[in-house]
């Protein structure tokens, strides 16, 4: 797995499940990323409010879906809606290094621990940590920082890790389908499977 630069840039996207599935489901039947991109120029296909938001989806998703090598298409389609979110989940975390470093060092390391829960007080030391380790990140405002916190609950949310508490959210430790596991374990993603497991 490819680690990228920081980004604040989650602070505008969402987790996109239905849009990722119905990009997949075109991918598999044959059409290529460029053929989807037209598409969604010209018949609006996920429904966005405005043709800029209908781009910023795409361009999130396809950029998730490029992170993954392809052999995931097939395996995806066949899966159950759970597994589903799963390989969405990996996609962004592969997407978006520093979203990954949060379910890995804060997600992972509690359910590792036994704890079943985590709270704003944990996201909020997650960041404080980075902005030391890292200067880009030191240079973001508080505002910038608490959208991307609730983006990054968000998203755990929507992929079915959490539950929607307010301050405190209850984790659920997902059982990774066999082949879901495989698969990330076959293709460089091993870190991303301990993450999501919450395993060593």
Not at 156 to 166: P, Q, V
Request: with cysteine.
């Amino acid at each position: 797995m490819e680690r990228k630069e920081y980004s604040a840039g989650a602070v505008k996207l969402s987790f996109w499940f239905m849009e990722f599935r119905k990009v997949i489901s075109l991918l598999n039947e044959g059409k290529q990323l460029e053929d989807i991109k037209q598409l969604n120029k010209a018949e609006n296909i996920f429904g966005a409010p405005t043709k800029d938001r209908a781009e910023k989806i795409y361009n999130t998703v396809a950029a998730r879906i490029s992170c993954l090598p392809s052999s995931f298409y097939t395996i995806f389609m066949e899966s159950d809606i759970a597994t589903q979110k799963l390989f969405a989940l990996a996609a962004a975390m592969a997407n978006d290094t520093l979203f990954f470093d949060f379910v890995y060092e804060v997600i992972r390391e509690k359910m590792i621990l036994g704890s079943n829960e985590y709270a704003d007080s944990d996201v909020r030391i997650f960041f404080k940590n980075k902005q030391v380790q890292d200067e880009k990140v030191a240079g973001w405002t508080e505002a910038t920082i608490k959208r991307l916190g609730t983006c990054y609950k968000t998203m755990l949310f929507e992929a079915g890790m959490t539950d929607k508490g307010k301050t405190v959210r209850a984790i659920k430790q997902p059982i990774l389908d066999p082949v879901f596991s495989h698969w990330l374990m076959d293709n460089g993603m091993e870190l991303i499977a301990k993450a999501i497991a919450g395993v060593r």
